[in-house]
């Protein structure tokens, strides 16, 4: 069974405040990593992915992933209320014919007051 | 999503009725997932497909099924609906491995 670790939530932090999301997997050969922003009442949404190890920055979102340590994280800095969501992160451990298929952490809810 | 729609949105049924869900694209894509959600749960793995006629099961398919006659559609049956069946339903697509595109969702009850 793959494990997808999140830190447990819920997050809160102030408005303009750098918010660090933290997760954990358990397959040593995963491959791509993805973290999804899912609002209230609504379906998951990609807004990073990230597949070598390092920074990827998009905006106020940072995307950090270390393989060896089997870890990946995501920054949002100048964080807006309008972050408040839960948070999920996912990693794919394709092959053969599992090939495309995401196994994803329970997520972190964030709270982001102004 | 414009690419990917799930219908119905809303959906209460009996227990012990069938119930089927569909999910269609637009995307030509060629993996096509079904998920649910529940609190304190996540998002788990109910059925996916790789390609039409080609289906495989995930962690908690026991009293689903699915079909795939056509590339655009992707359908997700519960045989006998039970209120353990009561959760959030997602269809998500894929081009390749990589990130998911995912519908609108539908949320079922079972009474």
């Known amino acids: 069974q793959k494990e997808v670790e999140q830190n447990s939530g819920p997050l809160s932090v102030p408005e303009g405040a750098i918010a660090s999301l933290n997760c954990t997997y358990s397959?040593?050969?995963?491959?791509?990593f993805f973290w999804y922003r899912q609002y209230s009442g609504k379906s998951p949404e990609l807004i990073m992915s990230?597949?070598?190890?390092g920074d990827k920055e998009d905006g106020r979102f940072t995307a950090q992933l270390n393989k060896a340590s089997q870890y990946v994280s995501l920054l949002i800095r100048d964080s807006q209320p309008s972050d408040s969501a839960t948070y999920l992160c996912?990693?794919?451990?394709?092959?053969?014919?599992?090939?495309?298929?995401?196994?994803f952490g329970r997520g972190t809810q964030l709270t982001v007051w102004p | 999503d414009a690419g990917i729609t799930q219908s119905p949105r809303h959906k209460v049924t009996e227990t012990g009725t069938p119930v089927t869900l569909r999910c269609h694209q637009t995307?030509?894509?060629?993996?096509m997932y079904w998920y649910r959600q529940d609190p304190g749960h996540g998002l788990r793995l109910i059925h996916y497909?790789?390609?039409?006629?080609?289906?495989d099961k995930g962690e908690v398919s026991d009293g689903y099924s699915v079909s795939r006659s056509k590339t655009e559609d992707f359908l997700l049956t519960l045989e006998s609906a039970t209120s353990s069946q009561t959760s959030v339903y997602f269809c998500?697509?894929?081009?390749?491995?990589?990130?998911?595109?995912f519908g609108s969702g539908t949320r079922l009850t079972v009474v």
């Open positions: 998500a697509i894929s081009s390749s491995a990589a990130g998911y595109t």
């Open positions: 397959d040593r050969v995963s491959q791509s």
């Open positions: 990230i597949y070598s190890n």
């Open positions: 996912a990693v794919n451990s394709g092959s053969g014919s599992t090939l495309g298929r995401l196994y």
């Open positions: 995307e030509n894509h060629r993996y």
């Open positions: 497909s790789y390609g039409v006629k080609d289906t």
